[in-house]
């Protein structure tokens, strides 16, 4: 069955740490997102990929990258890890939508990052 | 920039009750979604609402969409325990190439015995 894994599960990490979270989906998705999740904020965009060598900036991107060269991956790397960024992080992908047919966004199980 | 609001944040209900959490967007959005997340664990999608009008229905939830309001809606019929989750809607303003979503706050649903 295609799925979406991420790892590690769970990180614990120092500040100003370089630190890689791994996105992979066997869906054969386009569209891949990272998004993470704090209490009172719902989920945020943190990068997002329509395609190989294709990435774009959320609405928190900043201390954060992502590189896509394949379908199937999408890292996201703190550059420089801080304590704001500790948090649940979650990677997603879907279809490539039309103005008929939505896709929903599959997620993957998340990686529960403290930065100390 | 698109805001997403869901209300109540926090809904305690006992079982055998009805209600309704309501998701209001800011901009034209096409589409709206509802995922559900069990604690600890990731998101589940439930409805992709499409249109003005559209209603979907899955066992006891019933979800609808009024674009000309900006309003999303997810009814709970007759709740059980196992409906006990957080609920957040998403609005994607389609704009011709992946959907890009953004997210309300959730509404952390809690139905007792």
């Known amino acids: 069955d295609a799925e979406i894994t991420q790892s590690p599960r769970h990180k614990i990490t120092e500040t100003g740490r370089q630190v890689t979270l791994a996105c992979h989906q066997t869906?054969?998705?386009?569209?891949m997102f990272w998004y993470r999740q704090d209490l009172g904020h719902g989920l945020r965009l943190i990068h997002y990929?329509?395609?190989?060598?294709?990435?774009n900036k959320g609405e928190v991107s900043d201390g954060y990258s992502v590189s896509r060269s394949n379908t199937e991956d999408l890292p996201l790397t703190l550059e420089s890890a801080a304590s704001s960024q500790t948090s649940v992080y979650f990677c997603?992908?879907?279809?490539?939508?039309?103005?008929?047919?939505?896709?929903?966004?599959?997620f993957g199980p998340g990686t529960r990052l403290t930065v100390t | 920039e698109l805001k997403v609001e869901q209300n109540p944040l926090f809904l305690s209900m006992q079982e055998g009750k009805n209600y309704t959490i309501y998701c209001n967007y800011s901009?034209?959005?096409?589409?709206l979604y509802w995922y559900r997340q069990d604690p600890g664990k990731s998101l589940e999608s439930l409805f992709v609402?499409?249109?003005?009008?559209a209603v979907k229905q899955e066992g006891r939830l019933m979800a609808s969409l009024d674009t000309k309001a900006r309003l999303s809606t997810l009814h709970i019929t007759a709740a059980v325990h196992d409906l006990s989750a957080t609920y957040f809607c998403?609005?994607?303003?389609?704009?011709?190439?992946?959907?890009?979503?953004?997210f309300g706050t959730g509404t952390r649903l809690q139905v007792t015995l």
């Open positions: 997603a992908s879907s279809e490539t939508p039309s103005l008929s047919r939505p896709y929903e966004q599959y």
């Open positions: 869906w054969n998705h386009n569209n």
């Open positions: 990929s329509y395609g190989v060598q294709d990435t």
């Open positions: 901009t034209t959005s096409d589409r």
């Open positions: 609402l499409l249109s003005n009008g």
């Open positions: 998403a609005a994607d303003p389609y704009t011709g190439t992946a959907s890009k979503l953004t």
